[in-house]
């Protein structure tokens, strides 16, 4: 089982709504990452958690705000985005954070902020 | 400034020949690569892996060349399929740091053609 799932699909929110974003996996991997979307463009990184510690931050703003309650679960908590924040959310696992693991990505949420 | 490239947005080959996808990349740190598929609605799908200290691996349809020289690494699918259509990425990391962080290309669109 390679699963990584993701929730909601869709969000559509206004830029003064809370939200969050989940991504959950059962494969016993000690690392998550959140990466963002646009369209036409590559995933890029923004928060990696190692044995449910944030260990990057790729100078994301604080509007973005990640949470690892365990090593299961990946939250992504938002508020007061802006409409250039609309895009693609990717959540990802691997085994451990070393480079040579491969990421199992989730389908993603489809982020509209209006 | 994009430290892997994808210089060929799209592909269009028949069903049953080979498609050669190609990737190129400046960093010189790199040591792995990776390639995913994508599907619409879907999350990125692993594929295959290269390390650095080796020119091939295979796996099935799917045979990853690189040419560390010429910074250059392709995929090869033989015989493609019309299954095979999707957006593939091109990946790379360094194991440098106690993080793996994956830099991806802008993907290429793949279409087979029954």
């Known amino acids: 089982d390679t699963e990584v799932t993701q929730t909601p699909k ?62 299961s679960l990946l939250n992504l908590h938002l508020h007061a985005l802006q409409p250039e924040d609309s895009a693609l959310y990717l959540c990802a696992s691997s085994q451990d954070a070393r480079t040579r693991n491969i990421q199992y990505f989730g389908a993603g949420t489809r982020l509209s902020v209006l | ?42 999350g990125p799908t692993f594929l295959i892996s290269i390390s650095s200290i080796k020119d091939k691996n295979e796996d099935g349809r799917f045979t990853v060349f690189l040419n560390k020289s010429a910074k250059h690494l392709s995929l090869h699918i033989v015989p493609s399929q019309p299954g095979d259509s999707a957006v593939y990425f091109c990946a790379a990391s360094a194991s440098t740091g106690a993080n793996s962080k994956l830099t991806f290309g802008k993907g290429i669109t793949l279409s087979v053609r029954p």
């Not at chain 1, 969000?11 to 959950?24: A, D, W």
């Not at chain 2, 028949?14 to 390639?35: A, H, K, P, V």
Request: proline share 7%.
């Open chain 1, 10 to 71: 869709h969000l559509v929110m206004g830029m003064t709504n809370k939200k969050s974003l989940k991504c959950e996996q059962h494969m016993g991997h000690r690392a998550m990452y959140w990466y963002k979307q646009k369209a036409k463009k590559p995933p890029e990184l923004m928060f990696v958690y190692s044995y449910e510690k944030l260990s990057i931050n790729e100078s994301v703003p604080s509007r973005f705000s990640p949470e690892c309650p365990n090593s």
């Open chain 2, 1 to 42: 400034d994009q430290q892997v490239k994808q210089n060929s947005p799209s592909l269009s080959v028949q069903e049953g020949r080979i498609s050669i996808l190609n990737c190129d990349y400046t960093n010189s740190m790199f040591d792995y690569f990776l390639w995913y598929k994508k599907y619409p609605a879907e």
